[in-house]
């Protein structure tokens, strides 16, 4: 079963302060957990990565891993605004990403200057 | 500069009338895929390919064709294009070893009147 929730937002909120994403997913096959950036008009990038359940920090970027709540959160510490953009979460199964990664629908974020 | 590249960026054209999108990358990654993304649908699996002449439906392969003759190269291919079929594309290619990451090229805009 290939579902991931995703909050489509928008989700607004002034510069500086922390903010929350979330996905939520069902397949418990899903073993590698993907953060995506996209700016208007352009091809998602990647963020981080994280291989089954823990935390990874990068810079002002937490990606947090709950496999037993099927829940994963990227936080972004200190935002600006050009942080502003659509981000994807996205996962695939211990076999691989042959059919592709699953990928929640975005949640748009704004960070009011 | 690894990257994936996709050509043209942006396409017009009428119902009915064949066309390809190409896409290429260059860091010999064997997995490859097209996605189209709408608003509200957010990104959809067309086709994957896992390596030189392997390919294999995603989610909303009907309409579509692709080809991988070469591994570095993934043509999408719309035969007889619909007005259904006007959205943005992506190409995205991926290592067969983990974590999977997919990279993506900059998307192509088509529109069929």
């Known amino acids: 079963q290939k579902e991931v929730e995703q909050d489509p937002g928008p989700l607004s909120v002034p510069e500086g302060a922390i903010v929350s994403l979330n996905c939520t997913y069902s397949?418990?096959?899903?073993?590698?957990f993907m953060w995506y950036r996209q700016y208007s008009r352009k091809g998602p990038e990647l963020l981080m990565y994280t291989y089954s359940s823990g935390n990874k920090e990068d810079g002002r970027f937490t990606a947090q891993v709950d496999k037993s709540s099927k829940y994963i959160s990227l936080f972004i510490r200190d935002s600006q605004p050009s942080d502003s953009a659509t981000y994807l979460c996205?996962?695939?199964?211990?076999?691989?990403?042959?059919?592709?990664?699953?990928f929640g629908k975005g949640t748009h974020l704004i960070i009011q200057p | 500069e690894a990257q994936v590249t996709q050509n043209p960026r942006y396409l017009i054209t009428v119902t009915g009338k064949k066309l390809t999108v190409t896409c290429s990358q260059n860091m010999n990654h064997e997995y490859m895929s097209w996605y189209r993304q709408d608003p509200g649908l957010g990104l959809r699996q067309i086709y994957y390919?896992?390596?030189?002449?392997?390919?294999d439906k995603g989610d909303v392969p009907e309409g579509y064709k692709v080809s991988r003759k070469e591994k570095r190269n993934f043509p999408l291919i719309l035969e007889s294009p619909s007005p259904n079929q006007t959205s943005l594309y992506f190409c995205?290619?991926?290592?067969?070893?983990?974590?999977?990451?997919?990279?993506f090229g900059p998307g192509t805009r088509l529109t069929v009147t």
């Open positions: 995205a290619s991926s290592s067969s070893r983990g974590p999977y990451e997919q990279y």
């Open positions: 397949n418990s096959a899903f073993q590698y």
């Open positions: 390919s896992m390596n030189v002449e392997v390919t």
């Open positions: 996205a996962m695939s199964g211990q076999g691989g990403g042959a059919d592709g990664l699953t």
